[in-house]
Structures are given as C-alpha cells and as structure tokens.
C-alpha cells in the first residue's frame, strides 16, 4: 500500500481525493499498489466526509511517518508550501503540487532538493490545469530544441474575452459573469491583469531552457483594456482577441512575453472558446504541437495531480532527472522583439504623420466603428512602437499581432 497526504482540502485538494477514491481500481493497476489517503492537512475541519478522521493540523505528522511516501499539495501561495515542500522532500518523500506560484518562484531548488534525496518533485497541473504539458516537454520533446512555446493559459480570460467576442458583452459584465460562475475571484487581479499567464509562461520557458525563467522579468499586460471595438476591429481583420503567454528563441535570443495578441483564425489557437486552454509547442525538428483541453477546475486539475501521483509511486527511489537549472536565463529586452501591430487613433490624426512615423500601413474598418482611424503596421520591434505611438495624442490603443 502507497499512503499519501494532501495538504489542503479545498477544491484541488479534494478533488484529487475523489480521483482517488473513485478511481482506485485503475490507480491500482497502473501503479501495483493501492493507493491510500492518510493524512489530509488543514486548518478546518471536515465533519460527515470521507476524510473526517484523516485531517490534521501539523505538518509534522507527515514529515516524520515514514509510511506516507507521497505529498500532495494544493494549498497555494509561497508559504507554507515551500517550507514544507523542503521538509517533505528531505524526508524523501515525493511531493505533487499544482501551486504554480511555488513552481515558478522556487521550481530549480525544489527539483535539485529532489534530486539530492532520491525522490521527485512534479507539478503537471501547476500549468495547464487537466492538459498534459509538463511531461511531454519533459520526456517526449527531448529531442527537439523548442524554438516556441505559445498559448492561452488562463481560463478566466479567455472566457470573458469568449463573451466580448461572441456575446457582445463589454469587459464588466463578462467579468461579472465569470465571477458568478466561479470562474474568477472576487479580487480578479491575478487573471485579467495577466499575473497567472505569467508564472505559467515562466515554468514551461524554464522547462525549455533547462534554466531558471524568472516571472519577474516577463514582460505583462492583461485584458482590462480591451473594448467592444477592438472585437469588432478582430472582426474585420479576421482575427480573434486572446491573452497569450509566449516564450520565443530567435537567433539565439530568449524572448517572453504575456498580452493580448490578434490571432487569426486560420491558427486553431483562435477557435479556442470559454475557459478552455490550449498550448502550442514549436520544435525545431516536430515542427508545431497543440494541446487542448480543460486548464482548470476541480477533477481536471485532481486528474492531472493524480497522474503526478502515479508517476511518483512508478519512480519510488527513482529521480526521473527534470532538468531545470538554477541558473537564470537573461532574457533579452522586448524592445528587440518584433512583430505587426494594429493601432487605433481618433480619426482627427495627420494621417500624413501617421505615415511618416509607420511607412505603408493597412488601414482597417470595422462596422459600428465611427470617428477612429485604425491601422495595421508592418513589422515593428518593440522599441519602435513605444518611440513612435508617444508621437501621437490621438492613439486610443493598439493590440500586437500572434
């Protein structure tokens, strides 16, 4: 028998109970062992449930019962999670998280803390919720250099974008409706201003590296800004609005990246729709990976945790080697990056300013849009936008181009 603990019993944490009682026959088989939950660690009580007699209130129960082998963690925030991600993994047992903030923040020392005690530190579902990511890049990608990882990687985003898009909502009343359905916070902070995406983007760039990603130095724009024009003006472009996280090597240079980026709707990345993620993986040898699916919510998260649990269960006294060094990868400044932009001004604007400043653009004209003239530049490095658009008092905003 395989014992576990799960520190925190809220949505993640006991769904991934319920992955586990419901599907122990399966678990069994895969892992020739039944899996057990001992221990459940939380600060309340959980009266009339499975695990009423199971909850604790100190960590150090598990740290110190040498028949628990595996934690499972989905608390969030740096602390305690760290400190006890350090103990459990000291104490060799293997620790399974979906906190992403842990992940990103502390990833490098927690997998090196692993390696030097002969167990593991996984964390699939810290990324794309119920989407296998971490471990196809970990394992089936190996062979390829990944020139490009891009994505939707926030739910809550993407389903309010999906309602501005496809409903007519403006942004308040899709958030609104997205807090309703338990889809964002009450504080929404961390999602639509792009803070999730972010640390997101920052595990799997580290992951394609081998090296530390600090989230820190990614640059970040949420959704906040996005109107019902700039839907409409996606529209007449052929394109759809979505917050995207992207990590990019180009001639050698790092880049990363999360805002909100046109994406046309030839690419299946724009079809996209509600709270669903998808992820897009270019190798130099594969060429483009898509992965699709739920990237939150109770049983798809638990299922990806589970899968985490039956990897370290299979790899018991075994380091499945993720490389992910401490050393930190310099990205190189977005000022360098490039790419088209779509620019909206009041239509009053010296449209021969406009030209001396952008050469030839693409004027662009979406129904039910009056008094703006609106634009498609060509390929424009980052440096150049910011210097060119302070020029002008008329810009109402502008999107770049996937």
Not at 53 to 67: G, L, M, P, T
Not at 330 to 335: E, I, K, N, P
Not at 367 to 376: H, I, K, R
Request: with cysteine; net charge negative; aromatic share 8%.
């Amino acid at each position: 028998m395989i014992n576990v603990a799960v520190l925190g019993y809220g949505t993640i944490g006991s769904g991934a109970v319920e992955v586990i009682e419901t599907n122990q026959a399966v678990l069994q088989k895969r892992t020739r062992h039944a899996v057990n939950v001992k221990y459940v660690l939380d600060l309340r009580e959980f009266p009339g449930t499975s695990v009423e007699k199971k909850v604790i209130h100190d960590f150090a129960i598990i740290e110190n019962d040498r028949d628990v082998q595996v934690v499972i963690e989905t608390m969030g925030g740096l602390e305690p999670a760290f400190t006890f991600a350090k103990k459990a993994l000291k104490a060799g047992k293997a620790y399974v998280t979906s906190n992403k903030e842990l992940v990103a923040k502390h990833g490098a020392e927690l997998i090196a803390l692993a390696k030097e005690n002969n167990t593991n530190f996984l964390f699939e579902a810290s990324v794309g919720g119920g989407i296998p990511i971490i471990r196809p890049i970990n394992e089936c990608l190996t062979g390829d250099i990944i020139l490009e990882i891009s994505g939707i990687l926030n739910g809550t985003t993407n389903y309010i974008l999906s309602k501005m898009t496809y409903d007519g909502w403006t942004f308040e009343q899709a958030l609104k409706d997205a807090q309703d359905k338990g889809y964002a916070e009450r504080n929404p902070e961390a999602d639509v201003e792009g803070h999730d995406p972010c640390r997101k983007i920052a595990i799997l760039a580290s992951l394609a590296v081998g090296q530390q990603v600090d989230f820190e130095d990614i640059y970040t724009e949420g959704i906040t800004k996005i109107t019902a024009e700039d839907i409409r003006y996606a529209d007449a472009l052929g394109c759809k609005i979505k917050l995207l996280g992207t990590y990019k090597m180009v001639d050698g240079e790092h880049f990363a990246m999360v805002a909100p980026k046109l994406v046309p709707n030839t690419r299946p990345l724009s079809g996209v729709s509600d709270a669903f993620n998808s992820i897009s993986v270019v190798g130099n040898m594969l060429g483009e990976s898509m992965f699709y699916g739920a990237g939150a919510g109770k049983l798809p998260t638990a299922s990806a945790v589970i899968g985490d649990v039956v990897q370290a269960i299979n790899s018991m006294n075994q380091n499945t080697g993720i490389i992910w060094n401490p050393e930190k990868l310099v990205l190189s400044s977005t000022d360098n990056f490039a790419q088209k932009v779509f620019i909206r001004m009041k239509d009053s604007v010296d449209k021969a300013k406009v030209a001396a400043a952008f050469g030839d653009v693409e004027e662009v004209k979406a129904s039910g849009v009056e008094g703006e003239y609106a634009f498609v530049t060509g390929i424009l490095k980052e440096k150049e936008l910011k210097e060119k658009t302070k020029e002008f008092e008329e810009i109402l905003g502008y999107i770049r181009l996937a």
